[in-house]
């Protein structure tokens, strides 16, 4: 490849890591869809990848392949090198790949903290005694947002009284800190207003500063601009292009999400 | 209460009425015993409020399982036939000779088991929860006809007898019952990863499974736990009564989804209040109770009801 990532040294630092996924030559259909029709991308350890395509391009079926929730029909995964094989969330979860959807996936009638630690409640005790250690769960919430400098005044607030950017930072919060590899969004900023984008947006970098990896999945060019470094862009199932984000433009992106400039990264 | 919250709900008029929506059962109670007080004096004796308390138990222990299958978003109209099933099956056991202990064994299995097909049927097969347990009123409560003939068997155990009318100086056993089952349901609700699963579930059954939450079988739960609470609830209605009565219990039925509704939970589930629905189900009990003590005619009783809980649904209209 090209491009070198200048990350701090890894643990095993032989000459050069293997991107944190590799995909080649993914394919996926639904009966007489073919959704992905030979998609190739690389998400670089520690980079913010954006994933760019109009409406029916592949983007949601990609994502769902990489979370586990549609197995591919042929192609390869590769993780850290390895060949993966993804049957279901939970096993996409095991490698420490979290994914916020649009959706959210926030329980309102819990408190915060319940959301951050939803299905991965502390607890005390044995056996079949166990008991909720809330007190933990609670300070450990004031942590994990005070790190990400998410605002949220209180993790004992239910999730209804926030608002829809509060919503987004806790979800992109408890995404990043259980990812411990990969967070995948899910255009994190589609029903949010300026100031609120603005946020979330810092919130991104900052994942970025932590050398967690994002696929962010956004249709406004002015944020995959602001927030990413490299770019994808997916057409009619397939990988149309790949760009860095500092040597392209947003009209270029935009021409080649539409069509209007012919891809170059046919598979 | 904490209100430091996000910007621009500062409906002050509203809250309050919030407020009365989420304690409308306890501040109800409080009502009615004040009412029932100044209109006689019968009312607030301790022999009154003693046999009060032990009528609201079987209630209050039907009440609980109903809390937990509309916690997530369900409802369990079962509860009117699987009581007076619970209760044939430890009459018949009885009349065998197989003794109380085996005899109410087989009661709280044979609720437990209700419930578990409930909870079959809907968590697993994803039929509606309102036509499956409509469909199980239904066969239940001809089982039970089929079992005792239709008749009442009476079970003549000083035990029960005991229990009913006995405790540990003034607390009387059947408090004891209820208690301990509504703090095992405040315990499972609020104080164990199940509870958390349970309102998740009933709150947003996508995101609960999305976050890994086998929701199938935390809804299989609820509905098992509510036919539990129906076979503990028999043993105190043949110990109550004397005998096994095999008709449909529907009173029982609507005034267990009346006291989780009263007690401020959502019937769309994902909120439950244990207190709440405890009030609830003592309010309606001591409606009852004082309309009898007024010398009321029974059959304004069910418009008395009816009519609470219709007030307490419009009330919850304003609690957001």
């Known amino acids: 490849m090209a491009e070198t990532t200048g990350q701090p040294e890894r643990e095993s630092s032989v000459a050069t890591d293997p991107p944190l996924v590799e995909i080649t030559g993914l394919r996926k259909s639904f009966d007489a869809v073919h959704a992905l029709q030979g998609v190739n991308l690389t998400l670089a350890q520690g980079e913010v990848t954006a994933l760019l395509g109009d409406n029916g391009a592949g983007k949601s079926t990609l994502v769902r392949c990489l979370t586990g929730v549609h197995p591919p029909d042929e192609g390869e995964i590769r993780f850290r090198g390895e060949p993966i094989r993804l049957n279901s969330p939970d096993d996409a979860r095991r490698l420490g790949i979290e994914t916020v959807y649009q959706t959210l996936g926030l329980i309102e009638d819990l408190q915060v903290w319940q959301n951050l630690y939803l299905n991965r409640e502390l607890t005390t005790g044995f056996g079949p005694f166990q008991v909720l250690d809330k007190k933990a769960m609670i300070a450990h919430s004031t942590e994990i947002l005070a790190k990400l400098d998410v605002n949220v005044p209180n993790v004992r607030a239910t999730v209804r009284r926030m608002s829809g950017g509060q919503r987004q930072s806790i979800a992109i919060a408890r995404a990043a800190n259980w990812g411990k590899t990969l967070v995948i969004m899910d255009e994190p900023t589609a029903a949010l207003g300026v100031r609120e984008t603005a946020a979330v947006e810092a919130l991104i970098h900052r994942l970025r500063d932590s050398d967690v990896t994002v696929l962010l999945i956004s249709h406004d060019m002015g944020q995959v601009l602001r927030v990413a470094d490299t770019a994808y862009v997916l057409r009619r199932g397939q990988t149309a292009a790949r760009r860095e984000i500092a040597k392209t433009t947003g009209d270029e992106l935009v021409g080649l999400i539409t069509g209007a400039i012919e891809g170059d990264a046919h598979a | ?320």
């Open chain 2, 1 to 320: 209460m904490v209100d430091v919250q996000a910007p621009g709900r500062g409906l002050g008029g509203r809250l309050s009425v919030a407020a009365a929506a989420r304690y409308a059962a306890p501040i109800g109670l409080v009502v009615v015993f004040l009412a029932f007080f100044i209109a006689t004096p019968n009312f607030l004796t301790l022999g009154n409020i003693s046999d009060l308390l032990v009528s609201a138990a079987i209630l209050l222990v039907l009440a609980m399982g109903q809390q937990l299958v509309v916690t997530v978003a369900g409802i369990d109209l079962s509860v009117g036939s699987n009581l007076p099933w619970s209760a044939a099956v430890l009459g018949f056991a009885y009349t065998q000779g197989w003794g109380l202990a085996v005899s109410v064994l087989l009661a709280l299995l044979a609720g437990l088991l209700v419930g578990v097909v409930n909870g079959l049927l809907v968590a697993r097969l994803n039929m509606t929860d309102f036509i499956v347990t409509l469909g199980s009123l239904s066969v239940v409560s001809g089982i039970t006809l089929l079992l005792t003939q239709g008749n009442t068997v009476a079970v003549n155990s000083a035990f029960l007898r005991g229990l009913a009318l006995n405790g540990i100086g003034p607390v009387r056993w059947f408090w004891v019952v209820a208690f301990v089952v509504a703090a095992l349901v405040g315990f499972l609700l609020f104080r164990t990863r199940t509870g958390t699963y349970l309102l998740s579930t009933g709150g947003n059954i996508d995101a609960a499974r999305e976050a890994g939450i086998n929701v199938s079988r935390i809804r299989l739960i609820a509905y098992a736990s509510s036919g539990l609470a129906c076979g503990v609830a028999s043993v105190l209605l043949v110990a109550r009564t004397g005998g096994a009565d095999p008709s449909l219990q529907t009173d029982l039925l609507l005034s267990s989804i009346a006291a989780v509704v009263l007690g401020g939970s959502s019937l769309f589930g994902g909120k439950a209040s244990v207190f709440g629905s405890v009030a609830g189900a003592v309010l309606l009990q001591s409606l009852i109770n004082g309309f009898t003590l007024l010398g009321i005619s029974q059959y304004y009783q069910p418009i008395a009801v009816g009519a609470v809980v219709l007030g307490a649904a419009f009330i919850s209209r304003f609690q957001k």
